[in-house]
């Protein structure tokens, strides 16, 4: 499956019928052209999109293009990653990753229902 099939391109537009209407988790992926880590955080993004398709929504938000929803969750640095579940922001965690705290972020998120927030801010 392509990349543009797994992982979703949010705009300020479509966040809320995409993210918040979702009927499943959606990790979002907020992301800015200029930004070293978040290049090198997309490739593992797009595989875990492919490793949860069907039970998790993926999208990225470039916050240079959509500010208001960048303002909106106070996304301050980039990468930042949050995990919504039921319309809501479970969990969160800024700056880069590997692929294995990846996993244990989004696990952790789903398997607790995000209480409280991950590494980060």
């Not at 990468?79 to 696990?107: Q, S």
Request: hydrophobic letters at 40%.
């Amino acid at each position: 499956m392509a990349k543009a099939d797994r992982v979703r391109e949010l705009s300020d537009e479509t966040f809320d019928a995409e993210v918040l209407g979702a009927p499943s988790p959606v990790l979002v992926d907020f992301t800015a052209s200029w930004c070293g880590p978040c290049k090198q955080l997309a490739p593992l993004v797009d595989e875990v999109a492919g490793e949860f398709d069907g039970q998790i929504v993926v999208g990225k938000l470039d916050v240079d293009e959509n500010p208001a929803t960048a303002r909106r969750y106070e996304v301050r640095a980039m990468p930042t990653l949050m995990v919504f579940i039921d319309g809501e922001p479970r969990a969160r965690h800024v700056g880069l990753l590997n692929r294995k705290r990846l996993l244990d972020f989004l696990l952790g998120a789903l398997d607790d229902e995000g209480e409280g927030e991950a590494d980060g801010e």
